[in-house]
């Protein structure tokens, strides 16, 4: 299959036009099932009535593992926002009602947030044992309703079509778990490209949802210091290692 280059590239999979259909092919290093898994998680979300691409089919490729799914033309809220820098307070607005329409539903079946943190925490090879130990310990005191939660919600995985609707792509990261972590953990991606961004968010997921900052961000230290196993190029993690320290004394 010759699928010529890619529309876009990140660090597990990359995405190709076939047909009116997107192709996402996986890279070699993944474990076996990792296309499944993450077929499985966008199938729930669809399921639920959210506005997400219908899974086709998953398959290999070539060798490689790959998720055949419908195709949305259009393009990101975050494209959106830099060809109109003046509305980007409508976008963000229109991002957090469809961030909190995504936590305002349970979802049986997901992975546990608890469950994949403290994975992920275990895994971050930059914590010392003593800084996964607190933060393992403050998980776990936390308590919270489950909920569904995106996993990796921001302007770049919403995708308006040319009739203004908004379609949310890339749930491999969701999970049952405290729309709190969800939202700090938004404002922590934000805040890699932009503090006032990110503030921006933040003042408007508060005054929609009717949360304070000070709720949201009892999940600082735990979401940054799980970030660090991610070992995303473009992240800084003295960055998160600060972050982590601050609450972690």
């Not at 776990?140 to 995985?157: A, S, V, W, Y």
Request: aromatic letters at 6%.
């Amino acid at each position: 299959m010759n699928l010529g280059n890619p529309i876009a590239s990140g660090n597990t999979a990359s995405i190709y036009l076939d047909e009116g259909n997107v192709i996402k092919i996986f890279n070699e290093l993944l474990p076996c099932g990792e296309a499944g898994y993450e077929a499985d998680k966008q199938k729930l979300a669809y399921s639920a009535g959210l506005p997400v691409p219908k899974i086709l089919e998953v398959k290999m490729i070539e060798g490689k593992q790959a998720i055949i799914m419908e195709y949305v033309q259009g393009k990101t809220l975050g494209e959106l926002i830099s060809d109109s820098p003046g509305d980007t307070g409508n976008y963000m607005d229109l991002s957090v009602d469809i961030q909190l329409k995504i936590h305002s539903m349970k979802m049986d079946g997901l992975e546990p947030m608890k469950r994949k943190l403290a994975n992920q925490i275990k895994g971050a090879g930059e914590l010392s044992q003593r800084l996964k130990d607190v933060l393992i310990n403050k998980l776990e005191k936390i308590t919270f309703e489950g909920r569904l939660c995106h996993g990796d919600f921001h302007l770049n995985n919403l995708i308006m079509s040319e009739g203004g609707s908004v379609t949310i792509i890339d749930w491999i990261d969701s999970s049952s778990g405290d729309i709190r972590a969800d939202a700090y953990r938004t404002y922590l991606l934000y805040s890699q490209i932009s503090l006032e961004l990110a503030e921006l968010y933040l003042r408007s997921y508060c005054q929609k949802s009717g949360l304070s900052k000070e709720e949201i961000f009892i999940w600082a230290p735990i979401v940054a210091g799980a970030r660090l196993s991610e070992s995303v190029s473009n992240e800084n993690s003295q960055r998160l290692l600060a972050i982590v320290n601050k609450y972690c004394p």
